[in-house]
């Protein structure tokens, strides 16, 4: 019986498999996944598909306790040796995905680029990996993966985006059929291994839809699956999935009981990430807090409302505003980690008298918040997506320049009211 495609690209090509584009988003990816497991080192990981290590080393590195493992012996060598040079300690083994020598035993498994799934040759050999993962797990657990996006297919030609990836040193990729009915892309990769052999191989893919997916998690025990797209070395929940996503990343999470949330924030608070990290939010506030002043002398500026893991703000209240019982806070919020804009009003009855307004005469740039239990804001705009505290200095230029835009727009339509 002739051996899996899967196996024969994998018997002699790790070396080659590291300069692949595809694997240069290392650290990147990590960034994510440190966020995903809320940088808490007590955990017991697993890398599902591990190849030659890239993401257990980086993230082993990083202080966590990873377990990896892979079928292929040619990827786990190079894993091993550099595990050596690099002084580390971390367990690889060879093993088959589909039945994996582990029970409730992992806090967490990532199964980043494909890893096994979704290169087996049935849908239901690819689901006994999902099943072997789900096993491997604790009753809490957490599984990240990527793979395959069929929502990519159906809009776009992947012969394109093959060509469109290949820099003629990497392996190359020609798809001979896509089976819209199976979700099957044949095709025919060409790659160059260890030995600088050339090899041409036919393999065969499978592309899974969003509800496909969540069919077989839920049938797995996990209750919460998310779905973004994958972006090289540059995973983000801002990045939501979509047709023009090659792959997808999954986020899937088995009931958390109110035990382990418990646990989780007890964890956090020893390595006082979260007192650390709040201080570094709350000091930038006040840094703004102070240019705020200078920069409109005339205006009052509230102190720093520091609030606690919601949002935490300053707000200016300039002359323009006052005279409308109106003011702008400039938001910190945390569970999305951005900074916005809020125009709130003295009261919920000049809240809606305003929202009225500003429904019939729309500020282009913002937008306009529906009232609702909780909420105080009559328009909101997005100021830093994506802020970076090691630049802090810049940020609050940009931030000040934005700002004096918001407000010469919402003085421009209020004169215009009076």
Same mark, same amino acid.
């Given at each position: 019986?002739?051996? =899996?495609?899967?196996?024969? #690209?994998f018997?002699?090509?790790?070396?080659?498999?590291?300069?692949?584009?595809?694997?240069?988003?290392?650290?990147?990816?990590?960034?994510?996944?440190?966020?995903?497991?809320?940088?808490? $080192?007590?955990l017991?990981i697993?890398?599902v598909?591990?190849?030659?290590g890239?993401?257990?080393?980086?993230?082993?590195?990083?202080?966590y306790t @990873?377990?990896? @493992?892979? !079928?292929?012996?040619?990827?786990l060598? #190079?894993?091993?040796?550099?595990?050596?040079?690099?002084g580390?300690d @971390?367990?690889?083994?060879?093993?088959?995905a589909?039945?994996?020598?582990?029970?409730?035993?992992?806090d967490?498994?990532?199964m980043?680029c494909?890893?096994?799934?979704?290169?087996m040759?049935?849908?239901? %050999?690819?689901?006994? +990996?999902? =099943?072997?993962?789900?096993?491997?797990?604790? &009753?809490?657990?957490?599984f990240?993966f990527?793979?395959l996006?069929?929502?990519?297919? !159906?809009k *776009?030609?992947? &012969?394109?985006?093959y060509?469109?990836?290949? &820099?003629g040193?990497?392996?190359?990729?020609?798809s001979t059929?896509?089976?819209?009915?199976?979700?099957?892309?044949?095709?025919?990769?060409s790659?160059?291994?260890?030995?600088q052999?050339e090899?041409? +191989?036919?393999?065969?893919?499978?592309?899974?839809?969003?509800?496909?997916?969540?069919s077989?998690?839920?049938? !797995?025990?996990f209750?919460?699956? %998310?779905?973004?797209?994958?972006?090289?070395?540059?995973?983000?929940?801002?990045d939501?999935?979509?047709?023009?996503d090659?792959e997808?990343?999954?986020? =899937?999470?088995?009931h958390?009981?109110?035990?382990?949330?418990?646990?989780r924030?007890?964890?956090? /608070? $020893?390595q006082?990430?979260?007192?650390?990290?709040?201080? @570094?939010?709350?000091?930038?506030?006040r840094?703004l807090?102070?240019?705020?002043?200078?920069?409109?002398p005339?205006?009052?500026?509230?102190?720093?409302?520091?609030?606690?893991?919601?949002?935490?703000? /300053?707000?200016?209240i300039?002359?323009?505003?006052?005279a409308h019982?109106?003011?702008?806070?400039?938001v910190?919020? *945390?569970?999305?980690?951005?900074f916005?804009?809020?125009?709130?009003?003295? &009261?919920?009855?000049?809240?809606?008298?305003?929202?009225?307004?500003f429904?019939?005469?729309? +500020? $282009?740039?913002c937008?306009?918040v529906?009232?609702?239990?909780? /909420?105080?804001?009559?328009?909101?705009?997005?100021? !830093?997506?994506a802020p970076?505290f090691?630049d802090?200095?810049?940020m609050?230029? =940009?931030?000040?320049?934005i700002t004096?835009?918001?407000?010469?727009?919402?003085?421009?339509s209020?004169?215009?009211?009076?």
């Open positions: 019986m002739a051996e =899996a495609w899967y196996i024969s #690209l018997k002699n090509y790790a070396h080659q498999y590291d300069r692949e584009i595809f694997t240069q988003g290392t650290k990147g990816e990590c960034d994510f996944l440190e966020q995903e497991f809320q940088y808490n $080192k007590n017991n697993l890398d598909g591990c190849g030659t890239r993401h257990a080393i980086e993230l082993t590195k990083r202080g @990873i377990t990896g @493992i892979d !079928l292929s012996q040619a990827q060598k #190079l894993a091993k040796e550099k595990v050596r040079e690099a580390l @971390i367990p690889f083994f060879q093993a088959d589909r039945n994996l020598p582990f029970k409730n035993q992992f967490i498994a990532i980043l494909e890893g096994g799934f979704p290169l040759e049935t849908d239901e %050999e690819n689901t006994k +990996i999902m =099943a072997s993962v789900a096993g491997a797990l604790k &009753n809490e657990g957490i990240i990527t793979t996006n069929g929502l990519f297919p !159906l *776009h030609s992947l &012969n394109e985006f060509q469109s990836q290949g &820099n040193e990497q392996a190359t990729y020609t059929q896509f089976d819209i009915l199976s979700m099957r892309d044949h095709n025919t990769t790659f160059t291994d260890d030995n052999k090899h041409s +191989i036919t393999s065969n893919e499978r592309y899974y839809i969003p509800s496909e997916i969540t077989i998690l839920k049938q !797995l025990g209750t919460a699956i %998310e779905f973004f797209g994958a972006h090289l070395g540059a995973f983000s929940r801002k939501l999935l979509s047709a023009e090659f997808m990343l999954v986020v =899937a999470k088995k958390c009981t109110d035990q382990l949330l418990v646990n924030y007890t964890s956090l /608070v $020893k006082q990430h979260i007192d650390d990290a709040y201080l @570094i939010i709350i000091t930038f506030l840094s807090q102070q240019k705020l002043v200078s920069k409109y005339e205006a009052k500026v509230t102190d720093v409302y520091q609030g606690y893991l919601d949002m935490s703000y /300053v707000a200016v300039t002359p323009q505003l006052q019982n109106l003011k702008l806070a400039l910190y919020v *945390h569970a999305d980690g951005c916005q804009a809020w125009l709130s009003a003295k &009261n919920r009855t000049i809240q809606r008298k305003y929202r009225e307004y429904r019939s005469k729309p +500020i $282009k740039s937008m306009l529906e009232q609702g239990p909780g /909420v105080d804001a009559i328009l909101q705009w997005d100021l !830093l997506d970076n090691n802090q200095e810049n609050l230029l =940009a931030l000040m320049e004096d835009s918001v407000l010469h727009e919402i003085h421009g209020l004169n215009s009211k009076e």
